[in-house]
């Protein structure tokens, strides 16, 4: 089958005289549906579920049951009363009932209409309103999806049983030292970010997310001569930029020649949604950070993330949220006239729409990163489409070297 090659757009035809710079006959933008939707049974939904994605916080896992939406399914997030975490399909498979007003127990979590009990493991255990307990309760199983704990995260696999990769471990979270330790966010690794901790939830597409990593030029743009400095002033200079591709990801490096010497910056994204950033601080060495930017559904997703930092150091999200302020103005403190002047990521991310209208993008290029990155998920969701396995799950897979960083000279 051949590859799909990126939508561009097709000549306008119009209906009579053609006018010059004229927007009257243009057609309706089309998304690329193949790359942006996630839910059960799509092409993209399919590559994702052969990998495993942070669910939660492991701190906040509690025996307060949680909602958790993900790749376009409800589920609810819990742990028993063994200190086992689970997650469940939400709606009882008794009668439908939602397993978030459900209590958590030693075995599992019952379900408040007629007690049904279910496993971690979706087994139900207990059926109080039948003959013994529920003679037959082992014909009945909750639906369910594996969990393992890392790095203070809960990851969840929600692919084939027979095809489930190993988690991933990465060499930057490994082998802490007695003065280091790891942070978990789950709102958002962009300053502003349009979320907060009530409200984690992006509403736009993953990709487009995902793409910015690979585009180091906006970072020239809005980060740093349209907006105003929001990281480092070295940000504004116009860096050479390299791209390649990597182990199952892409990855760039920036050169900028600044008047104290060259900084060299490496950002790598990894399949199907991690990326790598260095430390907007210009700290240097390695990458400290791994990211994931996890679907919800097509049109809305949300970020995990692990640092590794000094426990004598302030707390690295935090101190991110007060580097892009406007006039002392955190993002959540700006008015909507005081975004429209100082605008960063989210703006320029939402304004695209929840998914953009790929047909009507005119990529140059300065956007080769982001071709490169549509055209890898292009080959792993032909891959997947195949039977064959995407890059990044091999059972073999070692501690994942994290090649990101900031490299003075």
């Known amino acids: 089958m051949k590859e799909q090659e990126l939508i561009v757009q097709q000549p306008i035809r119009f209906v009579g005289k053609r006018q010059q710079g004229g927007g009257y006959g243009k057609p309706p933008g089309r998304s690329d549906d193949f790359l942006t939707l996630v839910e059960p049974g799509t092409p993209c939904g399919e590559l994702m579920r052969r990998y495993w994605h942070p669910v939660g916080v492991s701190s906040k896992v509690t025996n307060d049951p949680m909602r958790v939406r993900i790749l376009g399914e409800d589920l609810i997030l819990f742990r028993d009363g063994k200190g086992r975490a689970g997650l469940l399909h939400e709606h009882c498979a008794h009668r439908g009932t939602s397993l978030y007003y459900g209590k958590v127990e030693d075995e599992g979590i019952r379900c408040c209409y007629h007690g049904w009990l279910f496993a971690v493991d979706g087994d139900c255990v207990d059926q109080p309103c039948e003959p013994g307990g529920g003679q037959h309760r082992d014909k ?18 929600l692919g084939p049983l027979d095809e489930m990769p190993p988690l991933p471990r990465y060499d930057v979270l490994e082998n802490l030292g007695p003065d280091e330790e790891l942070q978990q966010e789950d709102k958002s690794f962009y300053i502003g970010g349009g979320v907060t901790p009530e409200n984690p939830v992006a509403p736009y597409s993953w990709l487009q997310n995902f793409e910015n990593v690979m585009d180091p ?29 990597c182990d199952h990801g892409v990855m760039y490096r920036s050169v900028r020649e600044t008047p104290n010497g060259r900084l060299t910056r490496i950002t790598q994204t990894l399949l199907p949604n991690v990326r790598i950033v260095p430390s907007i601080e210009l700290t ?23 640092a590794r930092v000094p426990k004598n150091e302030a707390p690295l999200y935090s101190r991110r949220e007060r580097m892009a302020t406007h006039e002392g103005k955190t993002w959540w403190e700006m008015s909507e006239e005081e975004h429209k002047r100082f605008p960063d990521d989210y703006e320029a991310q939402v304004s695209q729409g929840s998914i953009p209208a790929h047909s009507d993008e005119h990529l140059a290029t300065s956007d080769k990163g982001v071709v490169m990155l549509r055209r890898l998920l292009t080959r792993q969701i032909r891959a997947v489409q195949d039977g064959e396995a995407p890059e990044g799950t091999g059972r073999d897979l070692d501690v994942i070297r994290v090649k990101a960083g900031n490299f003075f000279e």
Do not use: K, N, T
């Not at 009945?140 to 696999?157: H, I, N």
């Open 217 to 245: 030029f906006h970072v020239v743009i809005l980060h740093s001569r349209f907006s105003g400095v929001q990281f480092r002033e070295q940000m504004a200079l116009m860096p050479a930029v390299e791209w390649e591709l």
């Open 140 to 157: 009945c199983r909750q639906p369910w999806y594996p969990v393992e704990e890392r790095y203070g995260l809960v990851f969840a696999y």
């Open 284 to 306: 240097p060495g390695q990458g400290r950070e791994v990211a994931w930017l996890v679907p919800v559904d097509s049109h809305h997703h949300r970020s995990f993330g692990v």
